[in-house]
């Protein structure tokens, strides 16, 4: 039998419920994949050289439909994934793969701005370049942020790739502003950026057709059973943050100064909640379709 391929997301729950058995307890037969994880993102060639940043229009919601449910084309990426709501909403909707609406994780982000910056509120992000990841959360969760400060016309959202890239990127001095969350927001801290507005959002799990639901139904037991000890005793985990940063950040950063990152609840991801994330995406003309193209929340999300 094949076993279940789980692609990490930058949090502390796949690593905890592996160390702890809960997948075993669960009896799901699994493969974490770490050769999958945030941690295998290479450095963006622009930040290592004076070429200017481009735009990178491929971001999570492209990489679902690269593996037809799956994050990405590489192999054995992942049974179940996670992004944000908004990327899996959508995805789902439009049958790239199946969004799980028994639970769902709230992720800490923030835009930030280097510590020498003299943007201080959010007002003065005004028609400066916010760099974000294209159809990803932090492009989503930016704008639904800065629409309570700026006039639409205002907001001006940079693409620039992985949420990593975008370390990269701050790192090397070529960004005013950038939306970040989990791992990559408390490195940027350690490295002296102050956060100027809050993005927090709800990110949503997604798993490709042929994957079995009851496998995912395990696998999201034993996260929220790693929750409870993440919750209780967070300094015993945050190791395993160092299982997501890439090495060339490993030897620089102290996770024990982190925050928990993203935190999974076991709620459901409603009806109403998916019709309004759809109205607010398609409003925005965020996506080459229309709001009655595809599936309903019935048939999109499995509870």
């Known amino acids: 039998m094949t076993k279940f391929t789980i692609q990490p997301h930058g949090r502390l729950n796949d690593w905890v419920a592996d160390e702890k058995g809960y997948f075993k307890d669960e009896g799901l037969e699994y493969f974490l994949n770490v050769d999958a994880s945030y941690k295998t993102v290479k450095m963006l ?51 790239t793969g199946v969004m799980y609406g028994n ?4 992720c800490e982000a923030a835009i930030v701005v280097p510590h020498a910056s003299k943007i201080n509120t959010p007002d003065e992000l005004a028609n400066i370049d916010v760099a974000v990841g294209y159809h990803s959360g932090s492009h989503y969760s930016a704008q639904q942020a800065l629409e309570v400060f700026l006039k639409p016309e205002e907001i001006k959202l940079k693409f620039v790739g992985t949420s990593w890239s975008r370390v990269d990127a701050a790192l090397a001095g070529k ?28 990110m949503a799990f997604m798993f490709a057709k042929d994957a079995n639901p009851e496998d995912v139904n395990k696998y999201i037991n034993a996260l929220i059973k790693a929750q409870s000890d993440v919750d209780a005793e967070p300094e015993k985990y945050k190791h395993f943050f160092m299982k997501e940063i890439p090495d060339r950040y490993a030897k620089d950063v102290d996770v024990r100064l ?26 925005r003309n965020l996506f080459d379709c229309g709001i009655d193209d595809g599936l309903s929340y019935h048939e999109a999300v499995h509870r």
């Open 175 to 202: 960004l005013s502003a950038l939306n970040v969350w989990g791992p990559q927001l408390y490195l940027l801290e350690q490295n002296g950026f102050r956060r100027v507005i809050s993005t927090t959002f709800i």
């Open 103 to 106: 639970a769902y994780s709230i």
């Open 45 to 95: 060639p622009e930040a290592k050289s004076e070429v200017p940043l481009r735009d990178d229009l491929h971001g999570a919601f492209e990489r679902y439909i690269d593996g037809g449910g799956r994050k990405g084309t590489a192999e054995d990426a992942g049974d179940v994934s996670c992004a944000c709501h908004w990327t899996v909403n959508q995805s789902a909707k439009l049958e």
């Open 258 to 283: 982190f925050g928990n990152g993203e935190r999974v609840v076991p709620q459901a991801y409603t009806k109403e909640m998916f019709e309004n994330a759809q109205e607010w995406m398609h409003e």
